[in-house]
């Protein structure tokens, strides 16, 4: 089996801030993506990457970048945290097609 | 873009009914359906999904249901137990998209004795 882990466990930033999350999985898969999960809300798409190099945008990829440095490893930067913002991210991986696996989770408060 | 509405925001059920648990989609070229569990202060883990050539998957407790004409899928937990007490969450996607799922609001699921 494999594991998703994500760093940090629990992140508050000033509003403005950019602010960085990441992401490692050793499943060698090749595809990973980032979630927003909002209190009483469904999980909301922000960027994934089907491979190594490669980077697409989800539904709410305004307001955030992400990074595909290697095959393991995803990172989402918040590029100008929102005041009183609290969301958790949600970063998982999959082979092509297939479910997806996720990670424990960085819970963000914005101060 | 795809939508997908859950229709229950909570389900209660007495230890050993069944739970169902629905979900409409509204781009006919989904084709592709998981489910996730929540549980309590935990992340989504996968429990099963079905895919638009069946309408009828099981695996043990769980049943996926898909009605393509109606856009309409759905779980059905049988003989529930305490411990599937969680959110569940449905998803859809296009084969085109592969796995650019489209998540339902959440069902919170209670199973009580």
């Known amino acids: 089996g494999g594991i998703i882990t994500q760093t940090p466990k629990f992140l508050i930033g000033q509003e403005g801030q950019k602010l960085t999350l990441k992401c490692q999985q050793n499943?060698?898969?090749?595809?990973m993506y980032w979630y927003r999960q909002d209190s009483g809300k469904g999980l909301r798409l922000i960027y994934y990457s089907i491979t190594e190099n490669d980077l697409q945008k989800g539904d709410l990829s305004e307001g955030y970048d992400a990074s595909r440095e290697k095959k393991s490893s995803f990172s989402l930067t918040v590029t100008s945290a929102q005041k009183n913002e609290m969301a958790v991210f949600l970063c998982?991986?999959?082979?092509?097609?297939?479910?997806?696996?996720f990670g424990p989770g960085t819970r963000l408060t914005v101060l | 873009g795809e939508k997908v509405e859950q229709h229950e925001s909570t389900l209660s059920v007495r230890e050993g009914d069944s739970a169902v648990i629905n979900c409409t989609y509204t781009d006919t070229a989904s084709s592709y359906f998981p489910w996730y569990k929540q549980e309590a202060g935990k992340s989504l883990h996968f429990v099963i999904d079905i895919r638009s050539n069946v309408d009828r998957k099981q695996s043990q407790r769980l049943i996926v249901l898909l009605d393509k004409k109606a856009k309409r899928f759905s779980l059905h937990i049988t003989a529930t137990q305490p411990e599937d007490s969680a959110i569940y969450f449905c998803a859809a996607s296009m084969i085109s998209s592969g796995q650019k799922l489209v998540f339902g609001q959440g069902t919170i699921l209670k199973v009580y004795l």
């Open positions: 998982a991986s999959s082979i092509w097609g297939y479910e997806q696996y």
């Open positions: 499943f060698n898969h090749d595809t």
